[in-house]
């Protein structure tokens, strides 16, 4: 298989996911979304042995298309070796009153995924965390730490891009109360409710 073929495929295998993911929760505008990507499990390889810069960059494409379709915000985790910070704009981390960590990306500290939206991005920074409406694991990169509370597991219909599991994420709110709590308006008054 030649490699346009294939990066043409990973980029349309990104949006696909991210699309579906959107759709699912409901994501647009004042939202943010956690991207992980391991390019070395799209690649076929064991997490942190191969990554890929040609690799990272389709799947930035795929991604940044889905979200200039929609207007919801976007990071990027990096690897373990920064202590997985997270790329986005500045605009972002200055509205949403993250802290600020510094460091530049590249593919051996930080990841090849996080490096390439580095590079990409009008004015990036890092934040050391995060807590986000959604998101995206392409490769088993644990996002987890950086979702709301509370989390609800997704499954997209492509379980793969190139040779790397994907699972997803939405949140909702957490419920509170008991027995009696009410979690949207009724359409009838019941006599049974406090005054």
Not at 29 to 48: D, N, P
Not at 52 to 62: D, F, H, R, T
Not at 134 to 142: R, W, Y
Not at 155 to 174: C, F, L, M, S
């Amino acid at each position: 298989m030649d490699i346009e073929r294939t990066e043409q495929s990973l980029r349309e295998q990104a949006a696909e996911v991210l699309e579906e993911l959107v759709s699912a929760a409901s994501l647009g505008s004042g939202h943010l979304v956690v991207i992980g990507a391991s390019t070395s499990e799209v690649a076929g390889q064991r997490i942190g042995t191969a990554g890929a810069e040609n690799i990272a960059a389709e799947l930035y494409a795929g991604f940044a298309e889905v979200q200039s379709k929609h207007g919801f915000e976007i990071a990027f985790q990096c690897c373990e070796h920064l202590n997985r910070a997270l790329v986005m704009e500045r605009s972002v981390l200055e509205r949403l009153g993250l802290t600020e960590v510094a460091a530049v990306p590249v593919p051996k500290a930080g990841g090849s995924m996080a490096a390439a939206a580095y590079r990409q991005l009008k004015q990036p920074c890092l934040a050391e965390s995060v807590q986000a409406h959604a998101g995206l694991d392409v490769g088993e990169t644990l996002i987890g730490m950086h979702l709301k509370r509370v989390a609800v597991p997704y499954r997209p219909a492509r379980r793969y891009i190139g040779e790397a599991r994907v699972t997803a994420a939405w949140t909702r709110p957490k419920l509170i109360g008991g027995e009696r709590a009410v979690y949207q308006l009724p359409e009838v008054q019941d006599s049974h409710l406090c005054d």
